[in-house]
């Protein structure tokens, strides 16, 4: 898994974004956002409820238009494009299927045509889900369900990985597994982009933080720079616990 994008494979990255903006009806969710995803990075993504963190991912992911602004890979091949991300969502999206059906599945859509079986089950034995694998993954707990859509999106072996608080749900061990195979992946190639409310698990994983606030990129800051001292009086305020909305 060093290179994630597949020997020889153009990369997708670095993705840049300028002036991105998204409007429901009247309002404007995400203002004049600019950002820079370079290769090999863990930018973490933290704001208040209602900031436009989700949003944010949905449309760097592409699932969302931007109003105003540029998206812009390094590459001009959709395919690649869409075959070099994965995203682990708020809430998990399951297949009526098994567990391990829903991963086989992602995968043939990826392209893999040969030892898909084999791979979907390592990837639910990699988030210690194993014994799961035949059961309607719907029937699984809101954890296990965020556990296997990490294990399918560990699978892919994406070139980035987009996860909108993937360990909000869970309990302490499989928070700390989760982490254990994001360091992984990242250590592996894959480019992390994450939303937390976790300020603790924010400081183990990030290079480098995005602080959005009313839709506004409010900071992009290197990580260790932000935690000592923040830039902007809102993140200062967000940190200390003292930010409404
Ligand atoms: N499809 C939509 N139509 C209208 N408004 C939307 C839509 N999606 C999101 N919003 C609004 O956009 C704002 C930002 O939502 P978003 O889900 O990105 O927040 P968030 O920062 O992820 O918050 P949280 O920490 O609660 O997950 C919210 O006010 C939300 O109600
Ligand atoms: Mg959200």
Wanted: charged residues 25%; positive net charge; aromatic residues 4%.
């Amino acid at each position: 898994m060093a290179d994630p994008a597949g020997a020889g494979a153009p990369a997708i990255l670095p993705l840049a974004g300028s002036d991105l903006s998204w409007r429901a009806g009247d309002v404007e969710i995400l203002r004049e956002v600019s950002l820079r995803i370079e290769p090999g990075t863990r930018n973490i993504v933290i704001g208040p409820n209602g900031a436009g963190k989700s949003v944010l991912l949905r449309m760097l992911h592409g699932l969302l238009a931007p109003s105003g602004g540029q998206l812009a890979w390094a590459t001009a091949d959709p395919l690649r494009i869409r075959r070099g991300q994965a995203m682990v969502f708020q809430r998990p999206v399951m297949l009526r299927r098994t567990a391990r059906e829903n991963i086989e599945f992602a995968l043939r859509v990826g392209g893999m045509r040969e030892g898909v079986r084999a791979a979907a089950r390592a990837a639910l034995a990699r988030v210690g889900l194993a014994s799961l694998e035949d059961r309607p993954a719907r029937l699984c707990s809101g954890g296990e369900q965020q556990r296997i859509a990490l294990a399918r999106a560990w699978a892919l072996r994406p070139e980035i990985l987009f996860l909108d608080e993937p360990t909000a749900s869970l309990d302490p061990a499989a928070t700390r597994a989760i982490e254990e195979i994001i360091a992984a992946m990242h250590a592996a190639g894959t480019t992390i982009v994450m939303t937390t409310h976790d300020l603790g698990q924010a400081r183990r994983i990030a290079d480098r933080v995005l602080f959005l606030h009313r839709g506004r990129l409010v900071e992009d800051t290197p990580a260790r720079e932000f935690f000592q001292q923040p830039r902007s009086p809102e993140a200062t305020a967000f940190i200390k616990g003292e930010l409404l909305w």
